[in-house]
């Protein structure tokens, strides 16, 4: 319970009620849109992490199995993935973001 009060969130919403525009408005406040996707070219975690140059992320994840919408795809700055065994296609989202916001904690994310 008290991670609640420590990870910053917000409800992502556009005046136009469009997507992309958030998405777009998103960029425009200096956030770097990360898509979360096992498709390719998707970068390691673990090497995105490393090599992050944004200070502040907007992290974009999807539903278990489908992911990230296509156009959520083609927003983003970077395509990163969670490196899993063979046969596993996807994991859960709860699962998926607290591996991804561990590694991208700070000061120690890069």
């Known amino acids: ?11 992502l ?11 777009a408005d998103l960029r425009q406040r200096g956030f770097g849109l990360v898509a ?7 970068t390691d975690l673990e090497h995105f992490a ?13 539903t278990e199995g489908e992911g990230v919408s ?3 795809e083609t927003a983003a700055d970077y395509h990163v993935r969670i490196p899993i065994v ?4 996807s994991l859960n989202l709860a699962v998926a973001s607290g591996i ?9 994310a890069g």
């Open 1 to 11: 319970m008290a991670a609640t009060l420590r990870v910053p969130f917000a409800t």
């Open 13 to 23: 919403g556009h005046e136009s009620g469009s997507w992309s525009a958030a998405l």
């Open 36 to 42: 979360m996707t096992p498709r390719e070219p998707a």
């Open 50 to 62: 490393r090599q992050m140059k944004h200070s502040r992320l907007a992290m974009l994840f999807g």
């Open 70 to 72: 296509r156009e959520a």
């Open 86 to 89: 063979d046969g596993v296609d």
């Open 100 to 108: 991804v916001l561990y590694r991208l904690r700070a000061p120690s």
